[in-house]
Every structure is written in structure tokens, then in C-alpha cells.
Nanobody, 114 residues
């Protein structure tokens, strides 16, 4: 399985970004999926989850600002990030949200700064 994340970049506080995660080598539809983020010196944390039946949950820190979605036909998971804050700065990754994560992709850097 290969995961490729994209869509990160430098954005001002209050701005928006849409992250994309393309998964190849597996059938996305049968997996719960999640977006994670990691900052230097810290553990990777879950930001948002989406169940196979499309139910979603979010970390308190991003609730109301981020939206996770999926397109199984395109084997793609998205993360729409609005009202970005400096504390959202991190490398963002996606992976399945089950017992055995796939090999991690390279992630995509999000930097929120004026």
C-alpha cells in the first residue's frame, strides 16, 4: 500500500487549505480512515476520523473548523481546513484508523503564519 498526501503549504491565520490523501494498493472502502498531524518532538495525534459508513469525529482542537471526507471511487481522503491557526502548524498524514496502519507516507507540511 502506498499513501501520498498533498495540499499543504504556507497560509496566513484564518486561511484555508484542502489536503488530499491518495491510497493505492488497497480497497479504501473497507477501511476506517484518519488524518493525523505531528510537530517536532511530539507524538503523532489524530485530527479527524471517518468511518467506512462516513460517520466522522474530530479532535476538540479542530472541531468546527476541519472537515474530513472520502471518495472511495477515487481512493482518496480529504481534509478541508478552515480558520487555520498557528497551532495547526504540523506535518499532516493520513492512514487507516484500524489495528494495523499501512506504511506511512511522507506527509504534507502545513505552516500557519503571518
Amino acid at each position: 500500500v502506498q499513501i501520498v498526501e498533498s495540499g499543504g503549504g504556507l497560509v496566513q491565520p484564518g486561511g484555508s487549505l484542502r489536503l488530499t490523501c491518495v491510497v493505492s494498493g488497497s480497497i479504501l472502502a473497507i477501511y476506517d480512515m484518519a488524518w493525523y498531524r505531528q510537530t517536532p518532538g511530539n507524538q503523532r495525534e489524530v485530527v479527524a476520523r471517518i468511518h467506512t459508513l462516513y460517520a466522522t469525529t474530530y479532535a476538540d482542537s479542530v472541531k468546527g473548523r476541519f472537515t474530513i471526507s472520502r471518495d472511495n471511487a477515487k481512493s482518496t481522503v480529504y481534509l478541508q481546513m478552515n480558520s487555520l491557526k498557528p497551532e495547526d502548524t504540523a506535518v499532516y498524514y493520513c492512514n487507516n484508523d484500524m489495528d494495523s496502519p499501512w506504511p506511512w507516507g511522507q506527509g504534507t507540511q502545513v505552516t500557519v503564519s503571518s
